[in-house]
């Protein structure tokens, strides 16, 4: 089962513009990851936030950690075409499992 | 490092055959998952092992799918006999999340079966 759901399911923006995508997700967590899909390839990690985070950033990503909500936010800053992809989140426990979220497709209009 | 490495990428077969996928993890990796991805389902975990020890396989959807890790480096995920509801991208993927436990997940690049 789906840790939990992706909003919105489908984003559409121009270059230069910031994307914001929201996750919540249903279990306990030990952290919250988000990942990164190019069309027919596999996911590739982008940021991890821990369960007594708030807010963390690398390069262009900002993320959010609301545990009392049980949601999370992902901010790109001032897109680009190739940020285009599908993006995932995931509640990561502490036993290791991670469980991924539907995914939010980005895309980045030149 | 050469990533996690997944065979065959692209598999068509008829329905009723046994298919095979296979997986390198990274080296070191103590954690391996196997996930399946469809348009209607989305990403799903399948099974995951520790030190080649399945943990939690909750998620394999019925007996005709099975999976083995029999040594660090290699693992399988078998369907016998395949149906065309099968047909799906999965994933491998490994990690070594130590001892904080913050388990960052390397994919493999994925094996897309069309069972037919």
């Known amino acids: 089962s789906q840790q939990g759901e992706e909003d919105p399911q489908a984003l559409s923006i121009q270059e230069g513009e910031n994307a914001t995508m929201n996750c919540s997700y249903k279990?306990?967590?030990?952290?919250l990851q988000w990942y990164r899909q190019n069309s027919g390839r596999g996911l590739v990690h982008l940021i991890l936030i821990r369960s007594n985070e708030r807010e963390k950033h690398s390069g262009r990503l900002r993320v959010t950690l609301d545990t009392s909500k049980k949601s999370s936010s992902l901010l790109i800053t001032a897109s680009r075409a190739a940020d285009t992809a599908s993006y995932f989140c995931a509640g990561g426990t502490s036993y290791g499992k991670l469980t991924f979220g539907q995914g939010t497709i980005l895309t980045v209009h030149p | 490092d050469a990533g996690v490495i997944q065979s065959p990428r692209h598999e068509v077969t008829e329905m009723g055959q046994e298919v095979t996928l296979r997986c390198k993890p990274i080296?070191?990796?103590?954690?391996l998952f196997w996930y399946r991805q469809t348009m209607m389902r989305g990403l799903e975990l399948l099974i995951y092992?520790?030190?080649?020890?399945?943990?939690?396989d909750s998620g394999m959807p019925e007996d005709r799918f099975s999976a083995k890790m029999p040594n660090a480096s290699f693992s399988t995920l078998k369907i016998q006999p395949s149906e065309p509801r099968d047909s799906a991208v999965y994933f491998c993927a490994s990690s070594n999340p130590g001892l904080g436990q913050e388990n960052t997940i390397y994919f493999g690049e994925g094996s897309w079966l069309t069972v037919v």
């Open positions: 080296s070191g990796h103590d954690y």
């Open positions: 279990t306990s967590i030990n952290n």
């Open positions: 092992f520790n030190n080649n020890v399945p943990i939690d």
